[in-house]
């Protein structure tokens, strides 16, 4: 399989791969497997330099998990970068798994986006507004558990559901797509 990570190769909603359920990796991680998942925290890093992405053809994107390169594996990379591109959170999960998550509620007023859906699906995607991840980070080489809330716990959980073939429109309210709920706090 190429390892070349871009739009061309990134898996699509028309693709049946996408709705497969990922699997467990086993630790210690494999070469192979470490490998794959720096190419994808590479891929999201690059994505948001504007010289890199239009030479390299990448969508700008803050997360991306294997299943979008094909790999039913449950791992996923993570960049947030501040108004300066001075990253500000930076994971490579393996396993990653909310253990715990708030009834309070959030979502993007501007709705979500992800690298496998080429057409626009418009409304609000309500998620928890606070999760406890459980995982593996390679970067820091150690177990970690993260407490994420507003948008970084958006972000989580929008690659969670990857690993189970779910894409963000699959919570939209199709009769009511911007339906507000007033219990639930939007992030501008
Ligand atoms: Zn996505």
């Known amino acids: 399989m190429s390892m070349l990570i871009n739009n061309d190769t990134i898996i699509k909603d028309d ?11 086993s630790l210690p991680l494999s070469s192979e497997d470490k490998e794959t998942l720096l190419k994808m925290l590479k891929y999201v890093d690059d994505s948001t330099d504007n010289e890199i992405a239009e030479k390299e053809n990448l969508r700008p994107a803050v997360g991306i998990s294997a299943i979008q390169i094909g790999i039913p594996k449950k ?3 993570i960049i947030l ?21 708030s009834v309070e509620k959030t979502y993007l007023s501007t709705g979500e986006g992800c690298l496998s859906v080429e057409k626009e699906h418009e409304g609000y995607v309500y998620r928890a507004r606070r999760v406890k991840v459980k995982a593996y980070d390679i970067l820091q080489d150690k177990e970690i558990i993260i407490k994420a809330s507003g948008y970084l716990a958006v972000i989580l959980q929008h690659e969670l559901d990857h690993f189970k073939g779910m894409l963000y429109y699959d919570h939209i309210n199709a009769n009511a797509p911007f339906y507000e709920d007033p219990e639930a706090i939007v992030i501008e």
């Open 81 to 101: 970068k501040d108004s300066e591109g001075k990253k500000i959170v930076e994971y490579a999960l393996v396993n990653p798994k909310i253990v715990s998550e």
């Open 15 to 25: 693709n049946e791969l996408i709705r497969k359920k990922s699997e467990d990796v």
């Open 75 to 77: 791992m996923t990379a």
